[in-house]
């Protein structure tokens, strides 16, 4: 194996699955905070009061995390990615 045999779509993919992975945390962070705000408020966000940032910041997180991580697997999987190594 030589070491210039890397192939730029399968470390594209791994970047791309590491960063998905780190906002996946991010949401479950966002998540928990957002849950407990709402348990020391006593209700939902809603009409009343405006949404706090970590209500409105999980579902986009969730959004984030799930398109970068396909994005990653896609890269991972592109034909281009098929035969990094060559024979000599």
Known sequence: MRLNAINEFRLLGAALVA??????????????????????????????????????VTPLAGVAAAAVTLAGLRAWRHPGAAAPFSAA
């Open 19 to 56: 960063l998905g992975l780190s906002l996946g945390l991010t949401t479950a962070l966002a998540a928990r905070l957002a849950l407990t705000h709402m348990v020391g408020l006593g209700a939902i966000c809603g009409d009343p009061t405006a949404h706090c940032v970590w209500c409105a």
